[in-house]
């Protein structure tokens, strides 16, 4: 890159930054004089909503959230460094991989290529916000994408630099369009804000990093991000000292319920990309995060092994239920374990507790384990509900594949509809002979009329079923023999003459099995 361009960059992220700066200070002011009051009416309207149901309540209610949600996004935009968030040494290509994981539902019409040239190279920055930052990166690239195609993540370094890629083969931005990304309010989507690019835009500035945007219109967009190297090899590590209440015991349980509003801020701080599906998992499947976080804590610090394991496969059983990534929820019970020890830090340095370093391993190790267990019996719950979802679609596929219908305590009707394969008439010799074995079946019922194709081997295939159903003691009738299976058959030189019995129709065999049914009459 040579000198006029590296200045010219500069230049603008100088004015960038000046416009970001100044959307910052009007924003401060008008969260600042608006948002306490808007927060005020918010819980008037909840309280006329419990005694009125009327839509307008609703609709006034849902109107003034976005307000809320907007100022909250306003606020972010002109303070985004977060004062509590430390420096540390952040390998891109690991923070990315971690994200990649959240959009696993989105892979069976999204190709991801992954081109890490040189993984293990380390920048200086607040973990949190270049998550945020990325995610919603990776968040637009695949919303750009409206059915099926491709992103390409990159990422390569030199001796000062490191640089990250994201490439997808989207709808694009028009090339008038592309300077104003970043800003503010400005965005191409239909029902967007721009508050995520523009966040995405400050925090890469404000971690001295240069971003470079290309696009084409139906062919994709590209965003190039450069960060400066962290040129120490050291991986910085700070502990999070935070603005907690002393309890009125010295009790662990007590501060973190003292304390619970607190822990609730700095988890959501801690797990940023989950924060978006909070209320979504609970709108849609009934499960709290924050409460159930809240509950998995204490369990733990009380030592409750016994509450942790029946915790774990609840929780895994209703994160199966409702099909819901297990990468978020993996990365929201780490988020917890990070703010747990956060806690437990800035409760030894209030109390005093931890005395000694014995103390504190013991402490160390049972919380871990605990923890550890807890994720374990999560994994295996999540799987065995899976896995028994799995097997009970598989058998009621095969008994609607197979349906015997029993017509009297001896007879039976197997109905064979659609497509036969050799698939399914393997699972129909298994089927038959096991019911017939098991009910005690002296008569069985083929109806051919609704089969649309047998392949020639099927056919074939009919034969031996025939036999292992006459080996089993039972009569054979078959209805609806379709002409090209018959044709096929003289070709063949095969006949049911000595195996079943044939008739025209299911009505005809019915009637005739009543009719023989028929006590004699004197």
């Known amino acids: 890159m040579v000198k006029s361009e590296i200045a010219q960059q500069e230049i603008k992220s100088d004015v960038h930054l000046s416009q970001l700066a100044s959307v910052g200070q009007i924003a401060a002011g008008i969260a600042h004089e608006v948002k306490n009051p808007l927060t005020a009416v918010k819980g008037f309207l909840q309280l006329l909503k419990e005694r009125n149901e009327k839509k307008y309540i609703e609709i006034a209610q849902s109107e003034l959230e976005n307000a809320i949600a907007v100022l909250q996004n306003l606020l972010q935009m002109s303070k985004p460094d977060l004062e509590n968030e430390p420096l540390v040494s952040i390998d891109l290509t690991v923070e990315l991989e971690s994200l990649m994981q959240l959009f696993q539902d989105q892979f069976y019409r999204v190709a991801v290529i992954k081109n890490y040239r040189d993984p293990g190279s380390f920048i200086v920055g607040k973990r949190n916000q270049l998550k945020k930052a990325l995610f919603n990166l990776l968040k637009n690239a695949f919303e750009a994408i409206p059915e099926e195609g491709t992103i390409i993540i990159g990422q390569s370094a030199t001796e000062n630099e490191v640089t990250i890629y994201i490439q997808d083969s989207g709808c694009g931005i028009p090339k008038e369009k592309l300077n104003m990304l970043g800003t503010p309010f400005f965005t191409t989507k239909e029902n967007g804000t721009g508050m995520g690019l523009a966040f995405v835009f400050s925090v890469i500035y404000q971690h001295n990093g240069v971003i470079k945007v290309e696009s084409e219109e139906r062919v994709g967009t590209t965003f190039t991000i450069t960060f400066p190297k962290d040129l120490s090899n050291s991986k910085r590590t700070e502990v ?114 931890l005395t000694s370093k014995e103390q504190f391993y013991i402490l160390e190790k049972r919380i871990n384990e605990l923890m550890d267990l807890f994720i374990s019996h999560l994994f295996t719950s999540y799987s065995q509900f899976k896995d028994d979802l799995i097997r009970a ?87 609806g023999l379709r002409p090209e299976i018959v044709k096929w058959m003289i070709r063949s030189g095969l006949s049911f003459e000595n195996k079943a019995i044939t008739k025209r129709t299911l009505q005809q065999a019915l009637a005739d099995h009543l009719q023989l049914q028929r006590p004699a009459v004197l």
């Open 240 to 353: 999070n000292r935070l603005n907690l209440e002393k309890s009125a015991t010295d009790n662990l349980i007590d501060f973190f319920l003292h304390n619970r509003n607190a822990f609730e801020e700095r988890l959501l701080t801690e797990a940023v990309n989950v924060q978006e599906k909070i209320d979504e998992i609970l709108e849609v499947c009934n499960i709290n995060l924050l409460e159930n976080a809240h509950r998995l804590v204490l369990y733990v610090v009380e030592g409750r092994e016994h509450e942790v394991i029946s915790f774990a496969r609840t929780e895994g059983v209703n994160w199966a239920r409702h099909s819901l990534t297990l990468a978020v929820k993996l990365e929201w019970v780490q988020a917890v374990r990070r703010v747990l020890w956060d806690f437990l830090y800035n409760y030894d340095q209030m109390n005093d507790y």
């Open 393 to 479: 679609q598989r058998e009621m596929v095969e008994n609607l594949s197979v349906p015997i219908i029993p017509l009297t305590a001896t007879t039976s009707i197997l109905p064979l509809i659609g497509n036969v394969d050799l698939f399914r008439s393997n699972t129909i010799v298994d089927k038959v002979v096991t019911q017939i074995g098991n009910n005690r079946i002296e008569m069985l019922i083929i109806d051919l009329s609704g089969v649309v194709e047998m392949e020639s081997e099927v056919i074939g295939q009919l034969f031996n079923i025939i036999d292992g159903i006459k080996m089993m003691g039972c009569q054979t009738v078959i209805t």
